[in-house]
């Protein structure tokens, strides 16, 4: 059984090919793209280039992730959030939305708002006590699909993997004890939150040791400083090649959909890795 939307939207199927996750940042102080989607009018002009590219979901966040972001209420969260929901849907009834968010009262209301789906950064374990998901438990009652990210707030780790594999099946236990059923689960690996530029390479040269977990890999490394750092690449906008390398890895270890700023430039890498993959199962794709 697949996952499912709890609107009724046709999700993609994941087995089929490598899905691509389209970025739509909300929050003024996103590190490579802050402040660009201020007016409805510049978000539904987004959220159409993502879908014309090729985009399969379109992922909305209001509250900046980057390394010295400060965190904001969810009262803040929801004015920036709620209204390019709401927008979005309307203008694309048929396109899959996932909210960018952490917090179990945010995700409720963009699920009832229009969402598909939550992409938790926190792996459900945002103000959990003990074994408890609250986001588990909304996304259970909300019957949405729920991805888990792993984090850490540093990189305090005596044995990396052990402890990263350790730290999402606490996040995925949660989850199903709240209720969620396995098909609705995603694990994201985490590159770049809390690991060092070390650490993420590990992420993605091993992600199959995630993929083994048995659930679906979101894999986000688009822009980010341990690309720069690899490349000598101060400017997010030209580690394109960071971008390409670790996408084509990432779906060789088994990444079934990829979080990306530049769907256009990704679209093609995605297919050759797909191909690759597939091999002599392969079949040419119905053009788009």
């Known amino acids: ?43 539904l002009e987004r959220a159409e280039q ?49 909210v960018d968010s952490y917090k179990a009262a945010v995700a ?15 792996g459900g374990r945002f103000e959990a006590r003990g074994d408890e998901s609250p986001m588990g438990a909304a996304c259970a009652v909300l019957r949405c699909p729920l991805i888990l990210m792993h984090r850490r707030k540093q990189a305090d780790y005596r044995d990396f993997w052990p402890e ?15 209720g969620m059923p396995p098909e609705q689960l995603w694990t994201d ?3 770049g939150f809390g690991k060092t530029p070390a650490q993420n390479l590990m992420l993605v040269r091993d992600l199959a040791k995630i993929a083994a977990l048995g659930f679906p890999v979101l894999l986000g490394t688009s822009r980010k400083s341990t690309l720069g750092l690899v490349l000598g690449e101060m400017d997010p906008l030209r580690r394109g090649a960071g971008n390409d390398v670790t996408t084509a890895w990432g779906i060789a270890q088994g990444a079934s959909m990829i979080r990306v700023h530049d769907v256009a430039a990704v679209r093609p ?5 797909d191909a690759l993959r597939f091999g002599p199962n392969w079949e040419a794709p119905p053009s788009r």
């Not at 985009?55 to 900046?64: H, I, K, T």
Request: a negative charge; hydrophobic letters at 50%; charged letters at 20%.
């Open 50 to 98: 993502l879908l014309a590219a090729g985009a399969d979901v379109l992922d909305l966040g209001a509250e900046s992730t980057r390394p010295g972001a400060a965190p904001i209420e969810a009262a803040t969260e929801l004015v920036r959030l709620l209204p390019a929901v709401r927008a979005v849907r309307r203008r694309f009834p048929q396109a899959v939305l996932s």
């Open 269 to 273: 890498v995605i297919r050759m890795a």
């Open 108 to 122: 409720r209301a963009a699920v009832e708002a229009g969402a598909d789906l939550v992409n938790d950064v926190e």
């Open 189 to 191: 690996p985490g590159f």
């Open 164 to 178: 990263v594999l350790q730290d999402l099946r606490t996040s995925l236990r949660g989850a199903r004890a709240a």
């Open 1 to 43: 059984m697949s996952w499912t939307s709890p609107h009724g939207t046709s999700l993609p199927d994941w087995r089929q090919r490598t899905l691509i996750m389209g970025i739509m940042n909300l929050a003024p102080d996103s590190f490579s793209d802050g402040g660009q989607l201020a007016t409805e009018e510049a978000i």
